[in-house]
């Protein structure tokens, strides 16, 4: 079935702005995290600009997406520890899908939640993922006044809490300027205590 950003997938990987997320994304990653050992989902990871770094320290990256095109870029790059699967992440995924139920130290969801119908589902789901003290981190373009897209610091923290997740921190991670207008990311972090 084709999905709106199959069409993406073949100018991903030389886009400017998206390279420049995902290396910003890393970086504020890294500041908090040894990545070393650990098994790690990465959710709507597109082409795999975040999973190709995290991979290169991490012990293991299921790295899904429910955009095929993408995975197929993904894929063709063969990451020895990376397995990439295009799918919708659901309940009966997890009950059915042994590299899930597996259970995750760390997931990142890198400029994806903001694009799926039912945040507070998709949280549910990784509170569920989550191995005990496991992190979730997001990435979002932070609400502004002029559109409802992106996510204000209250409804990343509000989402959080009902999903009964600890909330560590949102902050400002970085922004990015592109055609003369500055946008600010938010990084959420949350632990499953
Ligand atoms: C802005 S792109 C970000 C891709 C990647 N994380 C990156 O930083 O390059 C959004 C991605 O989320 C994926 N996506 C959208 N809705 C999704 C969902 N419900 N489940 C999984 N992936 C989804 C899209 O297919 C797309 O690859």
Redesign the pocket.
Known sequence: MS?S?DEYADG?DTNED?ML??EN?FKSLRQFTNLSGMRVLD?????G??TEKIAQSAADVIA????AK?IDVLNAKSLTNVTALSL??SEHEIKNNPLLREGFDLIVA???CA??PDYQYILALFKRLLKQNGTFVQWDWQRNEQDDFGFTPDMISQGYENANLLVENVTNAFSLTSNNSTMQVLMGIAKNN
């Open positions: 999905n950003w991903w998206v997320y995902a994304a959710f709507g990871c597109g082409t600009l975040l899904i997406d429910t955009s993408m919708e992440l890198s400029s994806v694009f799926v």
